[in-house]
């Protein structure tokens, strides 16, 4: 079971990145694939998830509207497209999977299997 992220770097102020995950070893127990960050002593802050079923998505306060999630099923990857980058968005960025259908909310703590994390740094 194996998540890797791609797609951090280092960007200016209203730009944009395009994270990947790619997923390898789950079959159909693979229920959604959420995007997380976590910056240095605080706890993992749940970005957005997308259930593989039937694409539904969840986003936290920090996606809304900047950021979205997609699924490619045929190719086990989801992606992040993030736009309007703020410093405030500086983080550890972290690919995770569920194998239980997750609540309504994106939850760190509905997924059990994690990527390395890619650093995403947005600033002048």
């Known amino acids: 079971l194996q998540l890797v992220e791609s797609g951090g770097g280092l960007v200016q102020p209203g730009g944009s990145l395009r994270l990947s995950c790619v997923v390898s070893g789950f079959g159909t127990e693979l229920k959604a694939i959420g995007w997380f960050r976590q910056a240095p002593g605080k706890d993992h802050e749940g970005v957005s998830c997308i259930t593989m079923s039937d694409g539904s998505i969840t986003n936290g306060d920090s996606a809304k509207g900047r950021f979205t999630i997609s699924r490619d099923n045929a190719k086990n990857t989801v992606n992040l497209q993030m736009n309007s980058l703020k410093p405030e968005d500086t983080s550890v960025y972290y690919c995770?999977?569920?194998?239980?259908?997750?609540?309504?909310?994106?939850?760190?703590?509905?997924?059990?299997?994690w990527g390395q994390g890619t650093q995403v740094t947005v600033s002048s």
């Open positions: 995770a999977a569920a194998t239980q259908y997750p609540g309504i909310y994106c939850d760190a703590l509905e997924y059990s299997y």
